[in-house]
T-cell receptor, first 115, second 114 residues
Framework: DGGITQSPKYLFRKEGQNVTLSCEQN?????MYWYRQDPGQGLRLIYY???????QKGDIAEGYSVSREKKESFPLTVTSAQKNPTAFYLC??????????????FGEGSRLTVL | AQSVTQLDSQVPVFEEAPVELRCNYS??????LFWYVQYPNQGLQLLLK??????LVKGINGFEAEFNKSQTSFHLRKPSVHISDTAEYFC????????????FGKGTRLSVIA
């Protein structure tokens, strides 16, 4: 089945450690996105990539990094510089036919907890 | 830039009662509008969208929304809710022909009471 797969679903880390969240899609979508969700704050854009080997910062990119070496994959690294990393992270993509509308298809999310 | 305001953070409603979740947006250009639903610990799924044409849009699970350009609103409605509608609902906006990321509101938690 086609879809967006995020892993791991739950992740715990100690303060000062970097962690990488995986996002893989087999939908042949060009554009991929990472959002962060905190209770009562909605979704905030971290990074997005519209083509391979290119990505742009979103509204809250500080303390995060991404890569886009393959069309199918858009991993997010939460670095030790991110002061409050505990959150629910959502990966999304847009099919080419809907790229002008911005309509997103979402993965199931990864919940990161810093101990 | 676009912005979205969801006027209620929580809406409790009894089963089989009607519900309206309010959404207002701000934009200096024409927009596309979306409503998404999120069940606990899951991703978001699209309920409905307004791109153009009829201002009354019907979506999945019996939901509908009306685009009101003069009031810059896109309120979501359902005539009779079920327990299974308990979830968080997000309104989102993007710029027409802008190829820009969606901007989301802060969400409304709908709790359906038996």
């Amino acid at each position: 089945d086609g879809g967006i797969t995020q892993s791991p679903k739950y992740l715990f880390r100690k303060e000062g450690q970097n962690v990488t969240l995986s996002c893989e899609q087999n939908l042949n979508h060009d554009a991929m996105y990472w959002y962060r969700q905190d209770p009562g704050q909605g979704l905030r854009l971290i990074y997005y990539s519209q083509i391979v080997n290119d990505f742009q910062k979103g509204d809250i990119a500080e303390g995060y990094s991404v890569s886009r070496e393959k069309k199918e994959s858009f991993p997010l690294t939460v670095t030790s510089a991110q002061k409050n990393p505990t959150a629910f992270y959502l990966c999304a993509s847009i099919p080419p036919a809907r790229s002008n509308t911005g309509e997103l298809f979402f993965g199931e999310g990864s919940r990161l907890t810093v101990l | 830039a676009q912005s979205v305001t969801q006027l209620d953070s929580q809406v409790p409603v009894f089963e089989e009662a009607p519900v309206e979740l309010r959404c207002n947006y701000s934009s200096s250009v024409s927009v596309y509008l979306f409503w998404y639903v999120q069940y606990p610990n899951q991703g978001l799924q699209l309920l409905l969208k307004y791109l153009s044409g009829s201002t009354l849009v019907k979506g999945i699970n019996g939901f509908e929304a009306e685009f009101n350009k003069s009031q810059t609103s896109f309120h979501l409605r359902k005539p009779s809710v079920h327990i299974s509608d308990t979830a968080e609902y997000f309104c989102a906006v993007s710029r027409v022909s802008g190829n820009t990321p969606l901007v989301f509101g802060k969400g409304t938690r709908l709790s359906v009471i038996a």
